[in-house]
């Protein structure tokens, strides 16, 4: 199958920004009364923002409430992190060569679009994506399907030829109920955290590193 579009996620995928989020959540959790280490709110750290607060607290707090608490989340998040806001080594440059050969682009997160366009907009690269998917495009999130589904389905492309990029297991667990093959940047957890999961091509800890996976070949012939 050729390949015919990349699905990436954002946070920790495209930017080395998970440790942000997880301090983020620590603090606010751990106000509410949580009682929680890094270590436990790490493991909390996927899919929507509303989905983790109801993990964490369920029935305690009303959709306004979770609102409310995910901005703040999020510009805590985003004041932290902003001075270290860049593309992961070699993205740049993987995102260039995809575009001019035609290879279709979407984004696929459990983010809110305040925090992808922050990304977006503060690295410049919002031209590559053909489509964006964020919390509020999905009933459910990673590791269900949708996400990388409705991406797909808005490239007007198959989801087997489609290559996530992910860095979690629950995203890569999305991808493989998706029916797609992912490629993992290393940002938070090991290739041993994966090891249930057969639709994987390879790991890496940048994207420099993940083109050294793939060489003397042109991109489309190595990822197809």
Same mark, same amino acid.
């Given at each position: ?10 946070? *920790? ?6 440790? @942000?989020?997880? =301090?983020?959540?620590?603090?606010? #959790?751990?106000? #509410? /009364?949580? +009682? ?5 709110? +790490?493991?909390?750290?996927? &899919? ?6 109801? =993990? ?14 995910? @901005? ?9 992190? =902003? ?5 992961? %080594?070699? $993205?740049?440059?993987? $995102? !260039? ?24 907009? /503060? ?13 509020? %495009?999905? =009933?459910?999130? +990673?590791?269900?399907? !949708? ?8 490239? *007007? ?15 890569? !667990? ?22 249930? #999961?057969?639709?994987?091509? &390879? ?7 993940? +083109? ?13």
């Amino acid at each position: 199958m050729e390949t015919k579009a990349f699905l990436f996620d954002l946070n *920790g995928t495209m930017i080395d920004d998970m440790y @942000y989020h997880i =301090r983020a959540w620590y603090d606010i #959790l751990n106000q #509410l /009364g949580a +009682k929680l280490s890094m270590d436990e709110v +790490k493991a909390q750290c996927y &899919g929507k923002n509303h989905e983790l607060l109801e =993990r964490i607290f369920p029935g305690r707090f009303s959709v306004a409430e979770k609102d409310k608490m995910s @901005y703040e989340k999020e510009k805590a998040y985003q004041q932290a992190f =902003r001075p270290q806001l860049k593309l992961l %080594d070699g $993205l740049s440059e993987l $995102l !260039e060569i995809a575009y001019n050969s035609g290879i279709k682009m979407a984004i696929g997160s459990a983010a809110i679009m305040y925090n992808i366009d922050f990304v977006l907009d /503060g690295t410049n690269i919002r031209k590559y994506f053909d489509a964006i998917v964020s919390a509020d %495009d999905v =009933r459910e999130s +990673k590791p269900n399907p !949708e996400t990388f589904l409705e991406a797909a389905l808005r490239l *007007g492309v198959s989801p087997e030829s489609c290559i996530v990029f992910e860095d979690t297991p629950k995203g890569v !667990e999305a991808a493989f109920n998706a029916g797609m093959r992912a490629a993992v940047i290393t940002t938070i957890h090991e290739p041993a955290e994966f090891n249930h #999961l057969n639709n994987v091509i &390879g790991f890496a800890s940048d994207f420099i590193s993940l +083109k050294h996976l793939l060489p003397k070949q042109s991109l489309k012939e190595v990822l197809s």
